[in-house]
């Protein structure tokens, strides 16, 4: 347990630094007048603390026709400031020749965000990772730095590395030229680099470098791990944090190892000892330094979902995106940003996978589905709502719409691993992700005081059983905590709430939700709405999306059975190397027949149940989507098949394969007959429908 005394000594110095030093951004003010402003708080926005909520999506992963409704999903689900990787090697696959179009369109992305009201932080590499092939550097720039290590050495200040950084970084900028604050659009933040140790000068010459492109923003970041060797120019670049709840990259093949239940706690450090330990090590989480406290807590990375990897395949419930948050902002932060909020969909290259593999020069560290990075987002690779993580995250950050800018001027009073108390509110958490065993997560008020319409009572909420949810329609709103009587003391006296029914004292109405109904409530421009599925605003329309699955059979037909268990090998990096394509010579092959009956202007999707280690789907013999199999089924675009050849192969999975399956799977590869799993259990048509709600 830490102490308080801690806290206040650390804020004491961090006054202290901050009338001494000052941050070295770039112009926060637009041509309007508006000003994007940050201090030792977080972010204050003409004038006002706020504390906003961050989503990454990466542009290049989601096609450009779906990019506004996306985004305008992602503000339904409370998202206030979009992230985005612009991937070096999607743009400059051959040296020279840039590609900026179709689902590469930065600009256009951008401006939808602008249209939407939205800011944006660009992460510009030159490093980026993501789960990219070689981490997006190009494949002629890792041959130019193996020939020639000494002018082109990765990440670092030789020569000719530095003057491909530079172009890569003027490309960028022409690109969204225009679309700065200071322009009148939305970027208000840069990203330099990627998980780098450093050196300094490193960071500080690319920096230099982006501001020379014309990245004159607000303010600049970096990612707070690993922790630098040597020291930092105070004040350049804000360090932004993470934590994850269980992680693709970890070599053991076990529940959680390590410091993952970390992740689960209220704790005075903001450094992480989980992310990318395959890469960094295991111990990343120290105590912080008074400089490090000087800067406001922001994230960039806390896990709104995980990907799995070949090796390690990890199933999501969408459970641990909320108790993430709360023990963040327990703990003092004052900006949840989540990698990833919305999934994607890799590009297609013949030449070689866009994803992550062991076999490459560079980020070699883990073997990557080729085509998904679904990520089990909160929005998964087509959109789909993974519906805990969706709602669960999205009633909190309506919390935070309604009350974040009082909050981000709440000093942490009382810490300890499973409680902090921030002001009026107290956050409390002992969920922990070893596969979704109990647990709770909470924001309650305590002594908190309300404003009525009539001036002369004073309500104050002195304690409450209940979550804060929003302010609409002249009604207070809570959401009631599963196992909890839904009690209020206002004023001394303790009321117990009906659930769903509204209720009067001294002058405030109140009224507590179901989680059930919770779950369906949307506020929209000061009003609830209720639905089912995800509610959001398209210019002055609200639009109504659902998911459903339709009674239309789809036919497959088995054309070649399996041809045994493959060799499974290690790769470069000691762990299961993933299939080659040889591989799938062995594997089960199903024709999917019978889908150009079905009408491919809906927008619809096949949902394909299966158990084995990987499934692929090839449209006319072009890969279109993969799969390793965690026990969730795979979902394909049927736009990307109708009219085609449509082939499904799946690999069995044998139960000595060196991989880590969750409890759940393993007990089904145990019982699966000679140890081995491989089943295709059925194919449904997934229909998702846009309807306008009656104004």
């Keep these: 347990m830490k102490k308080i005394l801690f806290i206040l000594l650390a804020f004491t110095t961090f006054i202290t630094l901050s009338a001494q030093e000052t941050f070295k951004f770039g112009t926060n003010t637009n041509p309007d007048g508006g000003k994007f402003e940050v201090d ?61 179009s179709g689902n590469k369109n930065l600009r256009r992305f951008i401006e939808i965000c602008k249209e939407e009201g939205l800011p944006v932080v660009l992460r510009i590499g030159p490093f980026c990772h993501g789960e990219v092939y070689q981490g997006g550097f190009p494949v002629w ?78 303010f600049y970041t970096r990612t707070g791990w690993p922790k630098l060797n040597g020291q930092e120019e105070f004040g350049q670049m804000l360090p932004l944090y993470g934590d994850y709840a269980d992680g693709f990259w970890d070599r053991e093949l076990k529940d959680m190892p390590g410091d993952y239940p970390k992740a689960f706690i209220m704790k005075d450090t903001r450094l992480s000892a989980v992310i990318a330990t395959e890469a960094l090590g295991k111990n990343q989480d120290t105590e912080m330094s008074t400089r490090d406290l000087a800067y406001p807590y922001l994230t960039c990375e806390l896990g709104g979902g995980m990907m799995p990897s070949y090796h390690r395949r990890i199933n999501m419930s969408g459970k641990e995106v909320k108790p ?38 560079v980020t070699n560290y883990n073997d990557m589905p080729h085509m998904t990075y679904d990520f089990q987002a909160p929005l998964g690779e087509m959109g789909q709502p993974n519906w805990t993580a969706w709602h669960e995250s999205r009633l909190l950050h309506q919390f935070l719409a309604d009350w974040g800018d009082k909050l981000s001027l709440m000093e942490v009073d009382t810490l300890n691993e499973h409680y902090a108390r921030r002001g009026c509110f107290e956050f409390y958490n002992d969920y922990v992700k070893i596969h979704n065993e109990g647990g709770t997560s909470y924001i309650t008020p305590r002594n908190w005081h309300l404003s009525t319409v009539d001036s002369q009572l004073s309500t104050c909420i002195d304690w409450a059983t209940v979550e804060p ?34 209720f009067t004292e001294r002058g405030t109405t109140f009224c507590v939700l179901s989680r059930e109904k919770a779950w369906t409530a949307y506020k929209i421009d000061g009003k609830l709405y209720y639905s089912n599925g995800i509610l959001y605003k398209n210019g002055d ?45 062995k594997a089960a092959v199903w024709n999917i027949i019978g889908l150009s009956g079905l009408n491919e202007h809906l927008d619809l999707y096949l949902e394909i149940a299966y158990r084995g280690d990987v499934a692929r789907i090839y449209a006319d013999g072009q890969l279109v989507e993969d799969n390793f199999w965690n026990g969730k089924p795979m979902l394909v675009r049927l736009s ?14 044998g139960k000595d394969y060196p ?37």
């Design 541 to 585: 329309r609200i639009i109504e999306e659902t998911w459903k699955a339709l009674p239309t059979p789809v036919n497959y037909v088995l054309t070649k059975e399996n041809g045994g268990l493959r060799n499974v090998e290690m790769g470069s990096q000691k762990v299961a190397a993933q299939p080659i394509e040889s591989d799938f010579d």
């Design 40 to 100: 030792s708080r977080g972010f204050i926005i003409g004038g006002k603390h706020v504390l906003p909520v961050m989503g990454e999506i990466h542009y290049a992963r989601v096609p450009e026709k779906e990019w506004k409704r996306e985004i305008q999903k992602m503000k339904a689900g409370g998202i206030t400031i979009i992230a985005t990787y612009v991937f070096w090697i999607h743009h400059e696959e051959e040296e020279g020749k840039w590609d900026w």
């Design 469 to 502: 949810f929003c302010q609409a329609d002249g009604i207070l709103y809570f959401i009631a905590i599963d196992g909890k009587k839904p009690q209020l003391c206002i004023n001394g006296k303790v009321i117990t709430a009906k659930l769903n029914k509204p």
């Design 640 to 653: 990307d098949l109708v009219g085609k050849k449509v082939e499904l192969r799946i690999l069995p999975l």
């Design 141 to 218: 720039l890792t041959d130019k730095a193996a020939a020639d290590p000494k002018q082109y050495k990765l990440r670092s200040q030789a020569t000719g590395f530095m003057e491909a950084a530079r172009k890569l970084y003027n490309n960028i900028f022409t690109q969204v030229n225009g679309l700065l604050w200071k322009q009148g659009g939305p970027i208000v933040g840069v990203q330099i680099e990627n998980e780098c140790r450093g050196p300094w000068s490193y960071y500080m010459a690319l920096k230099n470098l982006a501001v020379e492109a014309g990245f004159d923003t607000p």
């Design 659 to 695: 991989i880590y399956l969750q409890k759940e799977q393993r007990a089904e590869l145990d019982k699966a007959s000679n140890g081995v799993l491989l089943s295709l259990d059925g194919i449904k048509v997934i229909e998702r429908t846009t309807q306008a709600l009656p104004q």
């Design 324 to 361: 993430l948050a709360i023990c963040k902002l327990g703990s003092g932060s004052n900006l949840p940003g989540y990698y990833m909020y919305h999934g994607g969909t890799n590009p297609y290259n013949p030449k070689h996978t866009m994803a992550e593999t062991q076999a490459t020069k």
